[in-house]
């Protein structure tokens, strides 16, 4: 199968480790396309609720991919989040192609573009983390509950539904707090002259011109790989969301779990195929972090 061009991906939110990672959605997307660059905007691996009693093999598939790709020397940025926040102490760590940092600033094709993963602004995360983690089990819970729902809607045709969305349109704090973190995003990246600023967190896939006192601003959300399945792309000199639901080819990609020449099977193997990669790609080059010119 020919792989779709794309010259920078972006993914946050995807919760590895966790009873709502769509683990295998993500990586049958991941193996339809061939990316320039990949940027990893937080929250990838659940370090808040990593346990050695729930690792699938298909959580594992997607790191070793993208192990794959740093060993291609594809350029790998990771921005931890604050579930990932543990990686922060890392900062500036490079291996061959992957680098670890706390923010992005990048100037692609001429223009200022700000990538960082939005936890800095969640006022529960800087005052009571406690809370915050609580709520992180309350809602992996509600994922879980809303999964055995949908089974059971589906069966009677009536098709999914997402709980947690219900939940968070009909909380107007959680309305009200999302559209104060856009705001409070936007006028920062305008008054540090930035064209485009990324996000996460918030789980919110979005596009949208904000103008504020100090003039306009792109203001772009990866969303998650737990309810909304999407990221962002730019290609072609344009950024879009790309919506895992919205693409039969990636859907008819087959993820092989059961083992086969040249693939292992057990996380274990996984993780040992994953280790002889990085051996290979042993180079501590990073290609240049500063100035894109995907489109030409």
């Given at each position: 199968m020919a792989k779709r061009d794309v010259d920078i991906v972006v993914l946050s939110d995807i919760h590895l480790g966790?009873?709502?990672?769509?683990?295998?959605?993500?990586?049958?997307?991941?193996?339809?396309?061939?990316?320039?660059?990949?940027?990893?905007?937080?929250?990838?691996?659940?370090?808040?609720?990593?346990?050695?009693?729930?690792?699938?093999?298909?959580?594992m598939m997607v790191v070793?991919?993208?192990?794959?790709?740093?060993?291609?020397?594809?350029?790998?940025?990771?921005?931890?989040?604050?579930?990932d926040e543990l990686l922060r102490r890392f900062k500036d760590f490079q291996l061959g192609s992957l680098k670890i940092t706390n923010k992005l600033s990048l100037k692609i094709d001429g223009a200022n573009v700000w990538i960082f993963h939005g936890d800095?602004?969640?006022?529960?995360?800087?005052?009571?983390?406690?809370?915050?983690?609580?709520?992180?089990?309350?809602y992996d819970t509600l994922i879980l509950i809303n999964r055995f729902v949908n089974f059971f809607s589906e069966k009677m045709g009536r098709g999914k539904i997402s709980l947690s969305k219900k939940v968070k349109n009909s909380v107007k704090g959680a309305v009200k707090f999302i559209?104060?973190?856009?705001?409070?995003?936007?006028?920062?990246?305008?008054?540090?002259?930035?064209?485009?600023?990324?996000?996460?967190?918030?789980?919110?896939?979005?596009?949208?011109?904000?103008?504020?006192?100090?003039?306009?601003?792109?203001?772009?959300?990866?969303?998650?790989?737990?309810?909304n399945l999407t990221g962002l792309e730019y290609n072609d000199g344009k950024w879009s969301i790309y919506r895992y639901a919205d693409d039969p080819v990636a859907q008819a990609i087959e993820i092989k779990k059961k083992k086969h020449k040249g693939e292992a099977e057990s996380p274990k193997e996984l993780m040992a195929s994953l280790l002889q990669e990085l051996n290979m790609s042993g180079n501590n080059h990073f290609p240049g972090t500063t100035d894109f010119n995907l489109a030409k």
């Open positions: 966790t009873y709502g990672c769509h683990a295998k959605e993500l990586l049958q997307y991941l193996k339809s396309i061939n990316p320039k660059a990949v940027v990893l905007n937080g929250d990838i691996i659940d370090i808040w609720q990593f346990s050695k009693r729930y690792w699938p093999a298909t959580h070793k991919h993208i192990v794959g790709l740093i060993a291609k020397d594809i350029p790998v940025y990771y921005i931890p989040g604050n579930h800095v602004f969640d006022v529960v995360m800087q005052h009571s983390k406690w809370l915050a983690k609580l709520g992180a089990i309350g559209n104060k973190f856009e705001a409070t995003v936007c006028e920062i990246a305008a008054s540090n002259q930035y064209k485009y600023v990324i996000c996460g967190h918030i789980h919110q896939p979005e596009i949208s011109t904000v103008v504020t006192e100090h003039g306009s601003v792109i203001y772009m959300n990866s969303g998650d790989w737990i309810e």
